[in-house]
């Protein structure tokens, strides 16, 4: 029979406790001091391993920081058409949010400047666009009204047989605005048309010289030369830079 360490009482063989005094017995105490170091070694191998995969995040945290960042540059360079780079910086922005959030820090500032880059090309590229579009409606507005002036100016003077310079300037801007020059067919860019040189006629046949434009608002003026014809009335027979060789 076994006996209290303590008090001498007679306990049970299985008793872990004395029920007289309390105490614990020594093989209670050798029971509980080997849960304790099991406790303590998984608590140790749960710490490693947390901080194993706080590592692991906070690595893949800063390498979406950086590709968010990677992508936000190239949508800046690339900012008329930034929509793909744009998304892929968003991508890796949300993973690295993600990810900082398992490893408990703050999101990459690397991350957050390039979101900030791809959102602000995104922004400038969709304000350039609608730019360029009401450029382009304004311009088309611009020549359509000019077509319909000069339209109607040589409507008024359709039955004359006399090609003189205010008539062959309207026929020849006229030509231009519908069929472009020298290939160029963006004729709502086309910029400063004047018409100052003078029209010499020859056997139903006529030249204009001198007839300046530009295509753009940024190339430099060329001098066209337009050629005319006489059929039931006066009409461009081509534009270009060389002579139309009257005889």
Not at 20 to 33: F, H, M, P, V
Not at 118 to 132: E, K, R
Request: aromatic residues 6%; charged residues 20%.
């Amino acid at each position: 029979m076994l006996t209290c360490e303590r008090c001498g009482a007679g306990l049970p063989p299985d008793s872990e406790q004395c029920a007289y005094c309390g105490t614990i017995s020594q093989a209670a105490r050798a029971a509980l001091a080997g849960e304790r170091a099991r406790q303590e070694q998984f608590l140790r191998q749960a710490t490693a391993q947390q901080a194993v995969l706080r590592q692991r995040a906070l690595s893949d945290a800063e390498q979406a920081g950086g590709r968010a960042l990677l992508w936000g540059i190239v949508s800046f360079v690339l900012m008329c058409i930034p929509i793909i780079p744009s998304l892929l910086s968003f991508m890796a922005y949300k993973r690295s949010q993600v990810a900082a959030r398992a490893a408990g820090i703050a999101v990459p500032t690397r991350g957050k400047v390039g979101l900030g880059i791809a959102l602000g090309s995104g922004l400038a590229s969709l304000a350039f666009w609608v730019w360029v579009m009401i450029s382009v409606r304004a311009d088309d507005a611009r020549v359509d009204a000019r077509k319909a002036a000069l339209t109607q100016q040589i409507a008024e003077r359709a039955s004359s047989a006399t090609l003189d310079q205010p008539l062959s300037c309207a026929l020849a801007e006229l030509y231009i605005l519908n069929n472009g020059f020298a290939g160029d067919t963006s004729v709502g860019s086309f910029r400063n048309l004047e018409c100052v040189g003078a029209v010499r006629v020859l056997n139903g046949r006529a030249e204009l010289g001198d007839f300046k434009l530009a295509t753009s608002s940024t190339s430099a003026t060329v001098t066209a030369t337009i050629c005319f014809k006489h059929g039931e009335r006066w009409f461009v027979e081509r534009a270009g830079v060389v002579s139309c060789e009257l005889k």
